[in-house]
């Protein structure tokens, strides 16, 4: 079992410090081969770049929660230092983050990705965005505070469990998203980088890639709906709620209506 801890964290729910964090350099091999895949697939600036889909460059994931795995992920904000939770960038709020996420405490920009093709394509096209963006970056704020308030009523404050995820259609959104990326956007980024953009090398490009594409962006789909299946449900485990002094000793504490769970401490 691989998990990192973290003194300065603390579930805002059980009130645990034993947590996964997620990111480039996360808690294992497994994760940061998974963020790695985030930076370097080319057609999962398709998600970014028009679909506003965002993921933040740090997630943490509590251990001792014995919730599903979307219940137990927080977003954490450096300027206020509070932690979300990832529920309210998820459902019907997971997209239109274009210019990434913003505090709902605090209304500070919280770090996210960038897909490195994505960045080429900004780098390409910023003397278009970068003005009018600049100068609407106050009222992109306020709208994402709404936008925020309404998923927290949503999915956080309320008592309903949100409808479960489909995670069949995920896979098969997630295998088309990478097929358009892959067979328009990258043929016509690196046409236009070589500058040879024409639409007969254009079409002639995505016909040759078409069908290689297809196949290989349909198993990336089924993987990708099993995986998250497999990960969004694992739930945590009582047993490993630790809590730590001010000098980073090993305490132990009660997880809130479960005293079952209480590890002493060692002497």
């Not at 278009?128 to 106050?138: D, E, H, M, S, Y």
Request: net charge positive.
């Amino acid at each position: 079992m691989s998990f990192t801890v973290l003194v300065e964290f603390e579930c805002p729910v059980c009130k645990g410090h034993i947590c996964e964090r997620w990111a480039v350099n996360g808690s294992n091999l497994g994760i940061r081969l998974m963020y790695w895949h985030l930076l370097l697939n080319p057609g999962l600036a398709f998600n970014e770049l028009v679909l506003g889909q965002r993921i933040p460059q740090q997630l943490f994931v509590c251990k001792s929660c014995t919730l599903p795995l979307i219940d137990r992920s927080y977003v954490h904000c450096s300027s206020c230092d509070v932690f979300h939770s990832g529920r309210i960038w998820s459902h019907k709020n997971a997209f239109g983050h274009w210019l990434g996420y913003v505090c709902p405490a605090c209304g500070a920009n919280i770090p996210c990705l960038w897909n490195i093709t994505s960045r080429i394509v900004l780098a390409v096209t910023a003397p278009i965005w970068f003005l009018p963006v600049k100068r609407l970056n106050r009222k992109w704020i306020a709208i994402e505070q709404k936008r925020i308030e309404q998923a927290q009523s949503d999915y956080v404050r309320t008592a309903e469990t949100p409808n479960p995820v489909n995670y069949k259609r995920l896979g098969f959104l997630y295998g088309i998203t990478m097929f358009v990326g892959l067979t328009l956007l990258f043929p016509s980024i690196s046409l236009i980088a070589i500058g040879q953009f024409t639409m007969y090398n254009l079409i002639a490009l995505i016909m040759k890639s078409a069908l290689s594409n297809l196949f290989w962006c349909g198993i990336g789909g089924f993987a990708f709906g099993f995986i998250m299946h497999r990960k969004m449900q694992k739930k945590g485990d009582a047993v490993l709620h630790l809590t730590f002094d001010s000098l980073g000793r090993v305490g132990s504490s009660e997880p809130p209506n479960d005293s079952t769970s209480q590890i002493e401490s060692p002497e």
